[in-house]
């Protein structure tokens, strides 16, 4: 008895769960909106909130998380998908010191990490469409400080290229081959201190159909 007891519940809640499921047939669709509501959100609080970070602990970065940044900064558009980046990543501290020693605004002296965004010109497009590599590993730069905040990791993007100072010292620190231009040093670590973002929106920069 106790066991007819059991499925006849059990066929009670299922059809109680039916009948609910018939009675509210947008409830999957308007969770579903809700979760992409969230999501969005999410990103977009991402873009908002992500500041350079220069001053970092010294709780070093794993290299899993290192990898999935990477991975991030590959994710961005390139044109014509040529792909022609290319990453160094560094954690030794004695080449993150001679780094620092040749770019004097890398703030590389409490950092635990460097990636360092290249151009690979034996990937790149020919004619004009050659300099696009910058336009493209600047994508992948963005993505990388973007992956960096949403792992609770600081970074700040500090020009090499076009400096013809800095330029040819990274190269050498890197041993960089002679196809392969740095554009930048994403300095990184775990931040020391929270840091508020700027406020950058300004309506009057927007036009819209013309100018």
Known sequence: ????????????????????????????????????????????????????????????IAKDTLDMIVKAGMAAPTAMNKQPWAFVVVTEKEVLDSLGAVHPYSNLKTATAAIIVCGDMEKAATDFAREYWIQDCSAATENILLAAHALGIGAVWCGVYPNPKVMPEVKRVLSLPSWVIP??????????????????????????QKW
């Not at 006849?8 to 969770?31: D, E, W």
């Not at 554009?183 to 920069?205: C, F, H, R």
């Open 183 to 208: 554009l930048n040093i994403i300095t990184m670590g775990y931040p020391e201190a929270a840091s508020q973002p700027k406020d950058k929106w300004v309506p009057e920069n927007v036009h819209y």
């Open 1 to 60: 008895m106790k066991k007819i007891t059991k499925v006849l519940t059990s066929l009670g809640v299922a059809a109680l769960a039916l009948t609910a499921s018939c009675s509210q047939p947008n409830q999957s669709t308007a969770g579903e909106n809700t979760s992409k509501a969230d999501a969005a959100q999410i990103v977009l609080d991402n873009i908002m909130t992500r500041t350079s970070i220069r001053q970092f602990t010294s709780q070093p």
